[in-house]
């Protein structure tokens, strides 16, 4: 299954109608050590409100963007250094992105929406409900301190994207080391390379989760490049 960005259409239908196999292997940039984890991957929509006005008198309404400057720097200062902890052995810690913000209708008027989208990658001692407890919970403060409403939206529905009867839920993942496909991922690579390859974990999110949460098929990441 070759596809990147359509939210795992190909690998799911390989769940949905088979074939069924012993174990699997999905190509991802491991620098051709053998990779047994991922991390999941959740994105949030935040919006804030203020209200309108003519720039020429800005006092008169409530710039959401400014509000959601705000929102941006408490998410970078309070979010970020709680995802450092706790680290997995493989992926590290859980990490942030801010990927886009998008506000206002033109420069004569105040504007009074704005939204913020930020995507979170997190190790298996988060999961998405508690990620937006502790959104929520910055949303809350942020807007108390300075007078204004917000709210955060999971943007995957029930926690997983879907496209028709395709789902997909973007949740960590990890196989044991001892897994018959991590044993002949090394042996053979060693025989073809000349060295024993790495255990190591993909940072990002993999197609391997689908196969391991939902089909139950233990599954190893492995390609060149990273």
């Not at 709680?82 to 105040?110: A, F, Q, T, W």
Request: proline residues 5%; positive net charge; aromatic residues 8%.
């Amino acid at each position: 299954v070759g596809e990147e960005g359509s939210c795992s259409i190909g690998a799911r239908e390989i769940i949905l109608n088979g074939p069924r196999t012993d174990f699997a292997i999905v190509g991802e940039g491991t620098s051709l050590n053998v990779g047994i984890a991922n991390r999941g991957s959740c994105d949030f929509e935040i919006i804030t409100r203020g209200k309108t006005a003519h720039t020429g008198e800005p006092k008169k309404g409530v710039n959401a963007v400014m509000n959601m400057v705000n929102v941006a720097k408490a998410l970078e200062r309070e979010i970020g250094p709680r995802l450092r902890r706790p680290k997995h052995r493989l992926l590290d810690c859980s990490v942030m992105n801010i990927s886009k913000i998008e506000g206002g209708i033109y420069g004569d008027v105040v504007p009074d929406m704005c939204r913020l989208w930020l995507r979170i990658r997190y190790v298996p001692a988060y999961d998405p409900k508690k990620l937006k407890e502790m959104i929520d919970e910055v949303l809350q403060k942020v807007g108390k301190k300075f007078g204004f409403d917000s709210e955060v939206i999971i943007t995957q529905k029930n926690y997983q994207w879907k496209w028709g009867r395709v789902t997909a839920k973007p949740y960590p993942a990890e196989i044991s080391r001892d897994s018959k496909i991590v044993k002949v991922l090394r042996r053979n690579t060693k025989h073809v390379m000349g060295k024993n390859p790495k255990i190591v974990g993909f940072k990002g999110w993999a197609d391997s989760a689908l196969f391991v949460n939902e089909a139950g098929i233990p599954t190893g990441l492995f390609g060149p490049g990273n």
